[in-house]
């Protein structure tokens, strides 16, 4: 049997709802994902074009699935495919499809709706946000990873794609140092994962032992998937993108999203390749840093335990959430805190937070400082690493073990929240709680 035919307000408290966009026509799914990312209600997991790659896409349990019928080469492959989905599938259908066949669509039980032709995307996400909601609260049994972008497999996988923009206002930081090291420690977790640089002379090459060519500037000379899997170069299990080769050449980083060769787009086709995991190492100030912002759907905030990174930082959240709300995707929920280079006497997590949680209400912010996830001591072996090309997340275990934790909350995995303290018999203390822990 063949195909007939020619072919904004917040969500609240509730986590991002996880959709799976599938068309035929790349075009299509670029503009739907273009129209969806704007929208704090709802986390593209990821894309597909094919049937091939939408059963292999539906390994990320998305809560909603926009579907182009003709991804499938016919009602039988498709209707086969439906029935093991486990989302909520909102169906779009060609042009000449008889009544009887989207009555049989209608009736399996994935599918919440069929439109003929195409759908209309305001109002597709206003029923997919409501009909998500309720299909949580009917499988409320399920372990709340399954709708916070966290591990299924026990750690083994990633329920949604995160793009993480590493960032800080303060330069020295180590920023270039943490984006390296996350990549690497989400990449060895078995998750497919991209670091870009964006940095202008970008040294991610130098401290990888990677060539300065084939860099950024290769992919925005020929933006399509071709041109990223050309333009990528590898370190074990990682894939990287090197940054602009000197400071004449960021201005090319500087394109609106819609434009051909944007950071947007080249996000967009790191989904479309299957990345889990995409962390854009973005600079302290340049035109290239809200195009970043923009792309992200998470920011790691690096910062140094002093009074001056204090107030870096809390200005750098005050313009992020209130300056240039609505430009980008990142919600107060996805930013973290990272405090690098700690030494003794420096201020602790809780008095730096503490400090920049002022900051933000003598601003007056509406919104909590968000978290510190992660203190990471100073230490030299992570510079001699760097020095003799070696990996830092190699070079000091006391460096090494906030960076995998900080995988772990990001990706999949428990979170151990800053200022709680393991004991050897397997207990943390949280306050008055006792949790106890597998060894």
């Given amino acids: 049997m063949s195909w007939t035919n020619q072919p ?8 991002p709802v996880s959709l799976l966009l599938a068309h035929k026509d ?28 939408f059963r292999a896409k539906l390994a990320s349990s998305p809560e909603i699935i926009l579907l182009d019928a003709t991804v499938f080469d016919g009602p039988d492959q498709l209707t086969e495919a439906l029935t093991s ?18 009555e049989q669509f209608k009736a399996i039980q994935s599918v919440k709706s069929v439109s003929v032709g195409d759908v209309n995307i305001a109002d597709f996400m206003t029923r997919a946000y409501a009909d998500a909601l309720a299909l949580r609260r009917t499988v409320s049994a399920i372990s709340p990873t399954a709708w916070s972008g966290g591990s299924q ?24 140092t943490i984006a390296i090291s996350l990549a690497q420690a989400v990449a060895r977790r078995g998750l497919k994962t991209l670091l870009i640089g964006l940095g202008a002379p970008d040294v991610i090459p130098l401290q990888l032992g990677l060539r300065p060519e084939p860099n950024i500037v290769s992919w925005i000379s020929n933006p399509n998937d071709e041109g990223l899997r050309s333009s990528i170069q590898s370190v074990g299990e990682l894939h990287v993108l090197a940054g602009f080769p000197d400071i004449l050449s960021e201005s090319q980083g500087d394109r609106p999203a819609e434009a051909s060769g944007s950071i947007n787009e080249l996000v ?35 910062a140094r335990p002093t009074v001056s990174d204090v107030w870096m930082s809390a200005e750098s959240f005050r313009t992020v959430t209130q300056k240039i709300a609505g430009q980008h995707r990142i919600t107060p929920g996805n930013i973290f805190v990272v405090l690098n280079q700690r030494a003794n006497g420096m201020l602790t997590a809780d008095q730096w937070h503490g400090a920049a949680d002022a900051a933000c ?28 090309g070696r990996s830092a997340l190699d070079a000091s275990d006391d ?16 979170v151990v929240p800053v200022g709680q303290t393991a004991k050897e018999d397997g207990i943390f203390r949280l306050g008055p709680l006792k949790i106890r822990t597998k060894k």
């Fill in 26 to 53: 790349m075009e299509r799914t670029t503009a739907w994902y273009q129209s969806l990312q704007v929208d704090t209600r709802f986390r593209v997991t990821s894309m597909a074009n094919t049937h091939q790659d």
């Fill in 85 to 102: 989905v486990s989302g909520a599938v909102y169906l779009i259908v060609p042009g000449g499809v008889n009544t009887e066949l989207i």
């Fill in 8 to 15: 904004t307000p917040q969500g609240g408290q509730d986590a």
């Fill in 153 to 176: 497999r026990g750690g083994s996988g990633a329920g949604g794609l995160r793009i993480v923009t590493v960032w800080s206002r303060s330069g020295g930081t180590g920023r270039t």
């Fill in 399 to 414: 460096f090494a073990r906030p960076i995998h934790r900080l995988s772990e909350m990001l990706f999949g995995g428990v």
């Fill in 361 to 388: 209400r003598k601003m007056n912010l509406n919104v909590g400082f968000p978290p510190v996830m992660a203190t990471i001591p100073h230490s030299i072996d992570v510079s001699l690493a760097q020095d003799s």
């Fill in 268 to 302: 967009t086709s790191a989904a479309y390749g299957g990345y889990s995991a995409i962390i854009l190492d973005t600079p302290s100030a340049g035109g290239v840093t809200p195009r970043a912002l923009s792309a992200a759907n998470t920011w790691l905030m690096v």
